[in-house]
């Protein structure tokens, strides 16, 4: 199994609070990111990185910021969490060495906000 | 645009029976395909890929898919289900153009009677 570790795995926010989920990987890759899984939506990207400093939007980046100060963490902030947020989330990581390379994802956190 | 569409949401199959999910995409370049299974409350695991060469591919747990580019489809089959297959699947297509990002579909998930 790939070495990815979300924290916190379950959280209970409130409206309004900021939120930072954490997803550390032990695989020193390159590309990183960060997916929200809802049903009806499968998983839709909100942002990834492809090194250290090196971020992007994905398609649903609205009220998310991300940082990556170092190649192994990589994290995700909610500003103002709102109950829109509610969801489950998910790191993935890959290399890219050569073409095809499937991405390995971690175990999800489940973030509620009330 | 990139985008994959999984027509079916939800499937149910008798064990023993034989099983084809749908899966379609729009991708301008060469397509790099997956599919991936996700467990309740457990991350994704790949299933299996194409990027190149023979059309079938094999995966794991006795499943294979078919690339036909002239359908933009990559089918996934199991000529037998186990009960144990009972999960939710996703397609998802890798885009090359730039950074490396992975597109998912909305999922299928799968039902199966004993």
């Known amino acids: 199994d790939a070495g990815i570790t979300q924290s916190p795995r379950h959280k209970v926010t409130e409206t309004g609070t900021p939120v930072t989920l954490r997803c550390h990987q032990t695989?020193?890759?390159?590309?990183m990111y960060w997916y929200r899984q809802d049903p009806g939506h499968g998983l839709r990207l909100i942002h990834y990185?492809?090194?250290?400093?090196?971020?992007d939007k994905g398609e649903v980046s609205d009220g998310y910021s991300v940082s990556r100060s170092k190649t192994e963490d990589f994290l995700l902030t909610l500003e103002s969490a709102t109950s829109s947020q509610t969801s489950v989330y998910f790191c993935a990581i890959t290399e890219v060495q050569g073409v095809g390379t499937e991405a390995f994802f971690g175990q999800g956190t489940r973030l509620t906000v009330v | 645009a990139q985008s994959v569409t999984q027509p079916d949401i939800h499937i149910t199959v008798s064990e023993g029976a034989s099983l084809e999910l749908r899966c379609n995409y729009s991708?301008?370049?060469?397509?790099?395909l997956f599919w991936y299974v996700q467990s309740p409350g457990q991350g994704l695991q790949l299933l299996l890929k194409y990027f190149s060469g023979d059309t079938l591919v094999q995966g794991i747990k006795g499943f294979e898919a078919e690339f036909k580019r002239s359908q933009s489809s990559f089918n996934l089959r199991k000529p037998s289900v186990h009960w144990s297959d009972a999960a939710e699947y996703f397609c998802?297509?890798?885009?090359?153009?730039?950074?490396?990002?992975?597109?998912f579909g909305t999922g299928t998930r799968l039902k199966v009677l004993a």
């Open positions: 998802a297509v890798g885009t090359t153009s730039g950074t490396y990002k992975y597109i």
């Open positions: 991708y301008g370049a060469t397509p790099y």
């Open positions: 990185s492809y090194g250290v400093k090196d971020t």
């Open positions: 695989e020193n890759h390159r590309y």
